[in-house]
């Protein structure tokens, strides 16, 4: 009752005109970077760094915290329009959202997705409000041997969850992995894979990878397919408002997500891309699941509303869930949390369990900032979903040469450097041959974002434990993932056991119908 009672005192605070301009003026921001392929909201909270220095604290703060949530929010729309994300955690939101677009549903995937992105801030906002201590008493129990364990159990859920060939998740993965390992080893600090260049020394940086294979590596493949591309100007634009049938798939599959995302904000290392996969994962299996059973058939991989909704509420929730560690322990879970990191050094502020007691009223503040905010995303966004699906109607060759451009720019923007535009075409070109030959990509992306921290958290848990691999298995966390891992990768076998089994059954009795 009392953190309500804080809530309450941080809403009315924020609610005063000038926060609420800088609420609006970051959601708009946010939803305008999210949009920009490579940009997303860590690189403009970084850029806002310097411009808020003349700001006080509290307006500071909530600036930055829309951008978040507006990049959020941006990032799916170009997942769901483009098939190319502006973000890595709108990626999963991409595999149903492009798919719902194709068939003419774009207005109701951007719907559904900045509904699931309320439902998700306001319920994250409140969970964090009432059991950051809980949250952050879990968070500390994730040692070396934990963060190792949730990494693999990563890897094997997104690789189960995206590829139908296991064969080709696993490939997508390693070639994640390679390129994760490219750089400096932390470690031992000798170079690995730099091929005489000193720019490869610092490794390949993700804005890189995720520009290169989601933005450019799309624009090559749909250039290569020439007429055989989907035209996305005959796609129609209509009004965002879901009909009964598509909120009655809808609503479950943001509660979903938004546990998921709750769940795992808090534990550093996590992202938003594992709540969002696992997400995407949990929705699919439960389709077939009621499908098997006699009642709705799936709609998987013809634009299943269910897998933008959860994917996105997970993204939302997982956003409310970093400020948890960061406020409570001053340990940032993502990229925009170590950038509002340096803003609160910037204002001689250091986050931790004393932050809530002499800067209460700026936590709270901030807290309540973030409902307003995801009001405001959905008053902004919702009427304008039929405004965004027109951006389909632009002339391809406009369309995705200002992707292009983008795309280039925000590459170059990182230190100016030509080498990185090499490696930008190089890995575009990479992703246009796996997008050729039916290999997924985001088990690559999952790879190059998790890989170095595996590697890291591994040797540093044999490091802790003289060698000794028990270590590895030495808490009911890492237990229970590693079950869990074992369970991910049993069920496409099992699933696959069952189809074989009832075809068998249903050809012995065609057989003895015919006789």
């Given amino acids: 009752m009392e953190a309500l009672n804080l809530l309450g005192e941080g809403l009315a605070a924020a609610l005063t005109p000038n926060n609420l301009l800088w609420a609006l003026c970051g959601v708009l921001l946010g939803t305008a970077v999210g949009v920009l392929p490579g940009m997303g909201s860590a690189m403009a909270v970084a850029l806002l760094l310097p411009v808020t220095f003349q700001m006080d604290a509290t307006s500071a703060f909530i600036l930055f915290a829309a951008v978040y949530y507006g990049g959020m929010f941006g990032g799916a729309t170009t997942s769901i329009l483009l098939n190319t994300p502006g973000q890595a955690s709108s990626i999963a939101t991409m595999y149903e959202g492009h798919k719902m677009a194709l068939a003419g549903r774009a207005p ?35 040692g070396p041997g934990e963060y190792f364990a949730l990494t693999i159990f990563s890897f094997v859920a997104v690789a189960a969850v995206v590829s139908g060939s296991v064969i080709r998740g696993v490939a997508s993965l390693l070639i994640g992995l390679a390129i994760g390992l490219v750089g400096i080893d932390s470690q031992s600090g000798a170079p690995r894979f730099d091929f005489g260049s000193a720019v490869l020394l610092d490794g ?39 009909k009964k049938r598509d909120v009655r798939r809808s609503w479950p599959a943001w509660l979903r997500g938004t546990a998921l995302g709750t769940a795992f904000g808090p534990i550093p290392g996590s992202g938003a891309e594992i709540p969002t996969f696992l997400s995407l994962g949990a929705e699919r299996r439960l389709a077939k699941r009621r499908e098997q059973r006699g009642g709705e058939k799936s709609e998987f991989g013809k634009g299943a509303i269910e897998g933008v909704a959860g994917p996105e ?7 409310a869930g970093t400020l948890v560690p960061l406020l409570g322990l001053g340990l940032p879970t993502s990229a925009t ?56 109607k632009l002339p391809k060759p406009y369309l995705y040469a200002g992707i292009t451009l983008f795309s280039v720019l925000a590459v170059y923007a990182i230190n100016g450097s030509v080498v990185h535009l090499v490696m930008l075409l190089v890995i ?3 992703a246009f041959g796996m997008r050729h030959f039916g290999v997924p990509v985001a088990p690559a992306l999952i790879g190059v974002v998790l890989g170095p921290i595996a590697e890291t958290e591994l040797r540093r848990a044999l490091a802790a434990s003289d060698g000794a691999p028990s270590i590895l298995v030495g808490s009911g966390i890492s237990i229970g993932l590693y079950v869990m891992v074992v369970i991910a990768a049993l069920l496409p076998l099992a699933a696959k056991v069952r189809r074989a089994r009832l075809a068998e059954k249903a050809g012995k009795e065609r057989a003895g119908t015919a006789a």
């Avoid at 803003?343 to 900032?369: C, I, K, M």
């Fill in 337 to 392: 949390a170590a950038i509002m990191l340096a803003a609160f050094q910037q204002y001689g502020l250091q986050p931790g369990p004393v932050l809530f007691e002499r800067n209460g009223d700026l936590v709270w503040t901030l807290l309540a900032s973030l409902l307003i905010g995801s009001v405001l995303l959905l008053a902004i966004n919702l009427p304008f979903a039929p405004l965004w699906a027109k951006l389909l």
């Fill in 428 to 430: 575009a070109a990479l």
């Fill in 313 to 319: 509420s997970a993204n939302n929730a997982s956003a």
């Fill in 204 to 242: 390949v940086n993700i804005i890189i990878v995720t520009v290169g294979m989601l933005a450019l590596g799309e624009v090559l493949y749909v250039a290569a397919r020439g007429r055989n591309a989907p035209d996305l100007s005959r796609i129609r634009s209509g009004k965002p408002w879901l």
């Fill in 108 to 142: 109701q995937a951007l719907g559904t997705a900045v509904i699931g992105s309320f439902v998700a801030s306001i319920v994250g906002t409140l969970a964090v409000a009432m059991f950051a201590p809980t949250m952050v008493n879990f968070a500390l129990k994730f």
